[in-house]
Every structure is written in C-alpha cells, then in structure tokens.
C-alpha cells in the first residue's frame, strides 16, 4: 500500500472542515508565511491531524501563539485550533479555542435556552 504525504491528509481535513464551516481556504496553507488553514468571518483556524490514526495528539503552544499573531496582523478577534486523531471523521474533529470564547459560547447557549 503506497504512503501519501502528510499534505494529502492535512488537505483531505482542511477541506471538509471549511466546506462543513462555510469557510475559505487560505491558498498555500503550510508555506512559511501563511495565514491560517481557513478563514471565517472573524476567525482564523489552523487544522491539525494524523497520517494514521492515534489516541493522543500533541498541541504545541507555538501553534497558539502563531494564531495569535495572524488575528492581530489580519485584524481578526478570534482562532481556532481544530484538529483530530487520522479519523478524518467530521464527528470526530474537536476544537481548542480560548476559554473566554467557550465562556461567552456558554453564555450565548444559555440565553437561547431562557
């Protein structure tokens, strides 16, 4: 069985998390001076996944602070990190975000459910 490249999974991924999102893929996602995978409105997200499947998955803080860094010089106020473990599954893609966000999402939920 022929090996594909770690780009073709990180594709097949950022692919059907924008499309599942309404987003726009960033073109030359990956390249040294990229801006995110996809772009939302307000929001950057960078995708992360497995070759093979796994049950753990690294989440390196350089990560964060590179979304940090692009919400600021793209003037967007939020990010995400969406990533999973080589499933490829939309049901099995989980996002970090900043707590603050998830707080307001809370609060946001809770008012609808008043």
Not at 35 to 44: R, V
Not at 89 to 114: C, F, G, H, R, S
Request: charged content about 35%; proline content about 3%; aromatic content about 8%.
């Amino acid at each position: 069985m022929e090996k594909k490249p770690t780009r073709y999974y990180s594709k097949l991924q950022e692919e059907k998390v924008a499309d599942y999102l309404n987003g726009v893929l960033t073109p030359n996602s990956g390249a040294k001076h990229k801006k995110g995978d996809i772009l939302l409105a307000d929001t950057i997200i960078e995708c992360k996944t497995r070759t093979k499947q796994s049950i753990s998955h690294t989440i390196k803080k350089e990560w964060i602070l590179d979304l940090i860094k692009e919400c600021i010089e793209m003037g967007k106020n939020h990010w995400a990190l969406i990533f999973d473990f080589g499933t490829q599954n939309m049901d099995e893609q989980y996002a970090v975000i900043p707590i603050d966000d998830y707080k307001e999402y809370l609060e946001l939920k809770e008012e609808q459910d008043v």
